[in-house]
Structures are given as structure tokens and as C-alpha cells.
């Protein structure tokens, strides 16, 4: 089965510009999470989407990021305007949610921001 | 709230030693518990989870509910474990999100 796909691999902006990152799921997935992963750091969870409803976003910084998934499959995460602290990779992942393994998280390959 | 926690940021070992990759969670209902691996240049992907019980690439976690820990342990250690390792918690309630610890970078030496 195809991956979780994610576009553009790499990014270089300066700061106060904007960046969109776009994200294909796994087909059939009903939920899609954007995770933030600064070096040196774990995977932090940006906003969680259940079909195309928002179930989580506490840790999204709305004032500068947001993010949209229509039609419940592709998703976008936008970021205006960019920071230096907004340099990391942006990790998109799907989970199936029903079933035995419905849990399991599949990732991205990232899509990979600097800020300067 | 939620909270993971990997108190070693690099665990380095000789091949053939045991390893055990600690992991400790805060949560006040039923999470369910799991162990991300990421080897060099492949994407984030999980190696096992607790409700599974079972054991992926020699490895083994068991959730202690009493010590709100979930420890990742192999008895003989490979240089291809060498990767990084993400203990991950998914919350029973409240939009059931997923959040990871800060993550162990494993070394294994010849």
C-alpha cells in the first residue's frame, strides 16, 4: 500500500515569509496528525484531525499556523509569517483508528523547513 | 495531562549486551502505550505496542501501570538496533491524541 505522502521535501524561507505543506494519507485513513519535530527533539503534535474534523489543535499557534483537511483525505498545514523558531521538520502521519492495529501511526517522510 | 518522558537522550552499548530504553508516562486513565523506531534515513515507524504483547526484533516493553512505566528491553543487542527510539502515549478520551517522548538515540559498538 502507498505511504503517507508529503510535499515539498525541503523548504528555505526568510522569515516573516509564508510556507505551505501539503499531505496525502493513506487511503482509507480516518485520522491525519501534523506533528512538529525540531532537532534534537521528539515529534510534537500540532493539530490531530478525525476525517475533517478537528479533534485536538491545543498546541497549534494560531496566530501564525493553521491547517485545513478537505473532503477528510488531503491536508494542508500553512504558516504565516515564518519565525526562525518555526525551523523543523514537519512530520504528517494517518491511523485507520478501527481494528485490532487501527492504532498504529504511519509517517511521512517529513517535510524538512528552514527559516532564516 | 499527558506527559512521556525518556530520561536518556543516548544510550550506547557494546553488541551482545542487553539494552533496556527507559520510558515513563503521567496519565490518569487507560493509554495505550507504544515504541516508535527511526532508522538512519527511513521514516518514523512503530516497532511494537503493549496491548500486543508480543516481541518485535528481540525486543520487549511490558507496561508496569503500577510504575506508570513502559521500558523497552533486548537481552543481546545488534549493531542494526543502532537507531533512534520515540515511547509514545495515545489517551483514552479527549480526542484519543498521541503524543512522544523526546526520543533515545541507541548506539550499538562492534
Known amino acids: 500500500e502507498a505511504g503517507v505522502a508529503q510535499s515539498p521535501r525541503y523548504k528555505i524561507i526568510e522569515k516573516r515569509q509564508s510556507v505551505a505543506f501539503w499531505c496525502n494519507p493513506i487511503?482509507?485513513?480516518?485520522?491525519l496528525y501534523w506533528y512538529q519535530q525540531i532537532l534534537g527533539q521528539g515529534p510534537k503534535l500540532l493539530i490531530q484531525?478525525?476525517?475533517?474534523?478537528?479533534?485536538?489543535d491545543s498546541q497549534l499557534p494560531k496566530d501564525r499556523f493553521s491547517a485545513e483537511r478537505l473532503k477528510g483525505v488531503d491536508s494542508t498545514l500553512k504558516i504565516q509569517p515564518a519565525k526562525l523558531e518555526d525551523s523543523a521538520v514537519y512530520l504528517c502521519?494517518?491511523?485507520?483508528?478501527?481494528?485490532?492495529?487501527?492504532?498504529?501511526?504511519?509517517f511521512g517522510e517529513g517535510s524538512w523547513l528552514t527559516v532564516v | 495531562a499527558q506527559r512521556v518522558t525518556q530520561p536518556e537522550k543516548l544510550l550506547s552499548v557494546f553488541k551482545g549486551a542487553p539494552v533496556e530504553l527507559k520510558c515513563n508516562y503521567s496519565?490518569?486513565?487507560?493509554?495505550?502505550l507504544f515504541w516508535y523506531v527511526q532508522y538512519s534515513r527511513q521514516r518514523l515507524q512503530l516497532l511494537l505496542r503493549?496491548?500486543s504483547r508480543e516481541s518485535i526484533k528481540g525486543f520487549t516493553a511490558d507496561l508496569n501501570k503500577g510504575e506508570t512505566s513502559f521500558h523497552l528491553k533486548k537481552p543481546f543487542a545488534q549493531e542494526e538496533d543502532s537507531a533512534m527510539y520515540y515511547c509514545?502515549?495515545?489517551?483514552?478520551?479527549?480526542?484519543?491524541?498521541?503524543?512522544f517522548g523526546a526520543g533515545t538515540r541507541l548506539f550499538v559498538k562492534a
Open positions: 502521519a494517518s491511523s485507520l483508528d478501527t481494528g485490532l492495529s487501527g492504532n498504529t501511526i504511519y
Open positions: 484531525f478525525q476525517n475533517n474534523g478537528v479533534v485536538d
Open positions: 509514545a502515549l495515545r489517551g483514552d478520551t479527549g480526542g484519543f491524541k498521541t503524543i
Open positions: 503493549h496491548i
Open positions: 487511503s482509507g485513513h480516518a485520522t
Open positions: 496519565y490518569s486513565g487507560s493509554p495505550e
